[in-house]
């Protein structure tokens, strides 16, 4: 029953800046990572920042120093600030959260949203 809605994306020339979100509704129980891939034609999908329950962000390589991951208290929104846009950035950006049911924390789950779409002109 959870759901993740992404918005944010748009058309944008190379140099720009958007920022993505993550609206997260339902029963998310316990939450180990809250991620952003993303998928351009033709390529695999990508893990692009990971922000875990405890400790730092993480970043690809590509967009290290461009990117921002963060989340609000209560993590029902994931937030990615873009800066400096590339045409690589080119993409379908998805939302990702990882976690555990609660109360056993036995079992995982692994929600997704459907994607907004990133697109960086040269």
């Known amino acids: 029953q959870v759901k993740l809605v992404e918005s944010g994306g748009d058309n944008v020339h190379a140099g720009g800046s958007l920022r993505l979100s993550c609206a997260a509704s339902g029963a998310i129980g316990s939450i180990d990572a809250q991620n952003w891939y993303r998928q351009a034609p033709g390529k695999q999908r990508e893990l692009v920042a990971s922000?875990?329950?405890?400790?730092?962000?993480t970043y690809s390589d590509s967009v290290k120093g461009r990117f921002t991951v963060s989340t609000d208290n209560y993590k029902r929104t994931l937030f990615l600030q873009m800066n400096a846009l590339k045409p690589e950035d080119t993409a379908v950006y998805y939302c990702?959260?990882?976690?555990?049911?609660?109360?056993?924390?036995?079992?995982?789950?692994?929600?997704w949203g459907q994607g907004t779409q990133v697109t960086v002109s040269s």
């Open positions: 990702n959260y990882k976690g555990v049911t609660i109360p056993t924390f036995k079992e995982r789950w692994d929600y």
């Open positions: 922000l875990p329950k405890r400790g730092s962000p």
